[in-house]
């Protein structure tokens, strides 16, 4: 079946340095997702990378999706303390797994101030 | 409320006991999912219904899980002779439609005696 690995597992940075967490499947992705769970939460959906190559910017968020959509990344640039929580990528396969999503064991990411 | 509703929001219950948990979904959505998690991992797909298709209960870990959705809405987890091991947080979630943003509900926090 599908694998998506995610790494690092942690990260702990100090506030104001920048944080990426990574994402590959095993197969070619139809689309991929990325959720935000804060500690004691519920996953928060982020953003979709539908496109080959596709780069997509929420204020200090940058996502992108890898020309062969077998990978994508999150890069959080100046952290703060309020980007703590577990980021995961979620991808959908396409074809007969249309709509399900496989999640990533999510980077939890710690800021100390 | 507009959002995923669940319940129970905890359960507690001994080993060997059935137990019931319930997801609301946004009204309209057609796609439902269930997904549960571990104490600190990722979220392991159950079961995905959309629309009147057949369910895709690929995830379901043994026979004594199953779910259903009645009218489109409602949908029930039951888990029959619960193990210790099925002890997690169950986690529900909606969607427009196949592929689109998932919207997560609190899940209920199942703890097996």
């Known amino acids: 079946g599908q694998q998506v690995m995610q790494i690092p597992q942690y990260q702990h940075v100090q506030e104001g340095e920048d944080f990426t967490t990574y994402c590959n499947s095993s197969t070619t992705l139809s689309n991929i997702q990325w959720y935000k769970q804060r500690p004691g939460g519920h996953p928060v959906f982020l953003i979709q990378l539908v496109k080959s190559g596709e780069v997509k910017k929420q204020k200090r968020l940058t996502f992108q999706f890898g020309e062969a959509k077998k990978n994508s990344s999150l890069h959080i640039t100046a952290t703060q303390t309020t980007d703590v929580g577990t980021y995961f990528c979620a991808a959908n396969a396409g074809g007969t797994s249309y709509g399900k999503l496989t999640f990533g064991q999510g980077t939890i990411l710690t800021v100390h101030p | 409320g507009a959002g995923v509703s669940q319940s129970p929001s905890n359960k507690v219950t001994e080993k060997g006991k059935d137990v019931e948990l319930r997801c609301d979904p946004i009204s309209g959505h057609t796609a439902l999912y269930w997904y549960r998690q571990s104490l600190g991992q990722g979220l392991e797909f159950l079961i995905y219904f959309q629309g009147n298709s057949a369910p895709d209960k690929s995830g379901l870990p043994s026979d004594r899980f199953s779910a259903e959705r009645t009218g489109g809405s409602v949908s029930t987890l039951t888990i029959q002779r619960t193990q210790q091991e099925d002890s997690a947080v169950y986690l529900c979630?909606?969607?427009?439609?196949?592929?689109?943003?998932?919207?997560f509900g609190p899940g209920t926090r199942l703890l097996v005696l």
């Open positions: 979630a909606s969607s427009r439609g196949s592929q689109e943003t998932q919207y």
